[in-house]
């Protein structure tokens, strides 16, 4: 009755395996079985005319969603800051809009014109009041979509985000679903992403460089689903792709669950060295 469809998508994070990243395991057929092959033809003629604005391009997850709309033969319009941010887009055959997400009428400008949106939120962690910002960001966005009449909106959401309390900055995303589940006559889908192996990236560096890492975790050995952004990047695109009504929750996640301590271990194998693990307790 609410209107809202739960999902799990399924993708193979590890960057070992060349084969990556493998099709999104989400099973909803983009024709209907009544149409010939002469209306999927035209229909997917139009799908490719479509223009697909992206949000947070020149980060990880956003620049992985245009790269997949553009290989799959979509249009990108590329909603940046700096103008001079976009031009490596500009290169790639993607339109650039300078916008910012604090200014609503900007946003309705870079919106305007568009068959959906990609939408993330900065993370602004560390900021006192980071989540009174983003709430002025989300409500941009909003109005934003209303005003220029947006069809489908695709965002990054996160695992946990169905909780009203105790997740950090999760909560943002939590702020951002419900005020989006409001919207009337879009269609919208939140991808509840895993935890990010690029957020790994930065202990290598501790490893090597200090011959520490610090865990921020109370069980280093309790175990949690992990995914890669491309593969973030290629569930947004093929939702794009599809055709639907209401608001969709789709979880993204790889196909096995490490440890930070499992995290560790592979850090130490790659780099062929061992280094001490530092426990910072949660107080800290």
Do not use: C
């Not at 469809?5 to 999104?24: I, M, Q, T, Y």
């Not at 490893?207 to 921020?216: D, K, L, M, P, R």
Request: proline letters at 4%.
């Amino acid at each position: 009755s609410s209107g809202i469809n739960a999902e799990s998508g399924v993708f193979r994070g590890h960057k070992k395996d060349k084969s990556l990243p493998l099709w999104l395991a989400l099973h909803f057929s983009f024709f209907s079985s009544k149409h010939n092959k002469q209306k999927a033809s035209s229909r997917k003629l139009n799908h490719l005319k479509m223009v697909f604005a992206v949000v947070g391009i020149t980060g990880n997850v956003g620049g992985h969603t245009a790269d997949h709309l553009l290989k799959s033969g979509r249009k990108v319009r590329a909603i940046v800051r700096d103008e001079k941010k976009g031009e490596p887009w500009k290169a790639k055959g993607a339109e650039v809009v300078v916008a910012d997400a604090t200014d609503e009428a900007s946003l309705t400008k870079a919106f305007t014109g568009v068959e959906g949106v990609f939408l993330m939120l900065p993370p602004l962690i560390g900021r006192p009041n980071g989540r009174a910002e983003n709430s002025k960001i989300i409500h941009n966005y909003i109005n934003a979509i209303k005003n220029a009449q947006v069809k489908k909106v695709v965002y990054l959401s996160s695992v946990g985000a169905h909780l009203s309390s105790g997740t950090g900055p999760i909560l943002n995303t939590h702020d951002l679903e419900n005020e989006l589940f409001k919207l009337h006559d879009v269609a919208t889908a939140s991808l509840r992403a895993a935890s990010f192996f690029e957020n790994t990236l930065q202990n290598f560096k501790a490893a090597e460089q200090y011959g520490q890492v610090h865990s921020y975790y109370a069980n280093p050995d309790a175990k949690f689903p992990h995914v890669a952004t491309t593969d973030i990047g290629r569930a947004a695109a093929d939702t794009f792709a599809q055709e639907w009504k209401g608001h969709r929750i789709i979880e993204v996640k790889g196909p096995k669950l490490y440890s930070i301590n499992d995290v560790f271990k592979i850090i130490s194998e790659v780099l062929k060295k061992e280094f001490k693990i530092v426990s910072i307790p949660p107080e800290n």
